[in-house]
């Protein structure tokens, strides 16, 4: 870590929660020092990060929360910054204009959403409150905005809406391409998700999606939550950063249908396979 320099609070909050899942556990007084604030400072840091669920407090400092634990969204869209951005202009490169389009809710999917605002003749279909207030928003400022439609329900720490409501309203449509984020992924348990109805929700936009796609950065691998929502076979592209494990890439390549490295300033990387599988309807043109 390195002096506070002028962060912003949540800049610093971002590099703390780093630290503390980096190492599972950090300490005031060090972390005090490390940014060049008060304890009181810090201090605050940590309450805020508490309440978002991020990390559990302890006396003297702050350890890693359990995997049940489900991050605020504010939160979430500090981690992984400009991994997220690749990973999003990646993404969005596979939607096809005049398609409909899934989007789970999440920090990564809705980096997916801003690069998908001037795609002609696209609707969006989303639990996610943050990418309906995103692409509403964009009304006035791009040419062509997509449609927008929120599936309604009850609203996670992260924004995400879920429910029976989520359930239903999901269960009528039908979707060309589902992008997906996630809590967690790990080989033998695939997606995860800490939230049960979250989960839900997320097997209800596979079984109604023509093609799958998840948008994940390398610090979800190796992290289960509490509830798997698709295997990697159910996978057609995963398209993470290069920060991913040369492991991780290896079982990714096997078993999803195309596996997508980026780097910023880089063209991305793939394995060559096509995409994949088809999870329902006719196959499209090639």
Known sequence: MMPDQGLLAQQRRALILEAVRRDGAVRVSDLSVAFGVSDMTIRRDLDALARSGAVEKVHGGAVTAGTAQELGFEVKSTLESAAKATIAEAT?????????????????????????????????????????????????????????????????????????????????????????????????????????????????????????????????????????????????????????????????AERVGKLIITTPGAVPETDGRKPGPLLRGPRPPE
Request: avoid cysteine; glycine fraction near 8%.
């Open 92 to 252: 969005a490169a596979l939607v096809e204009p005049g398609t409909v389009v899934a989007l789970s809710g999440g920090s990564t999917t809705h980096a997916v959403a801003t690069q998908l605002l001037n795609v002609p003749d696209l609707t969006i279909l989303t639990n996610s409150l943050p990418i309906e207030r995103l692409v509403r928003g964009a009304t006035d400022t791009a040419q062509r905005p997509p449609v927008v439609l929120l599936t309604g329900g009850s609203a996670t720490p992260s924004e995400a809406l879920v429910g029976p409501i989520t359930d239903q309203a999901i269960a009528s449509l039908h979707v060309d391409l589902l992008i997906l984020g996630t809590h967690g992924v790990t080989e033998n348990e695939g997606l995860t998700s800490p939230n049960l109805a979250e989960a839900q929700a997320n097997r209800m936009f596979i079984s109604r999606a023509r093609r799958v796609a998840v948008a994940a950065d390398h610090t979800k691998w190796g992290v289960t939550g509490l509830s798997t929502f698709a295997d990697l076979d159910q996978i057609g592209w995963f398209v993470t950063d290069d920060g991913m494990p040369p492991q991780a890439r290896a079982v990714l």
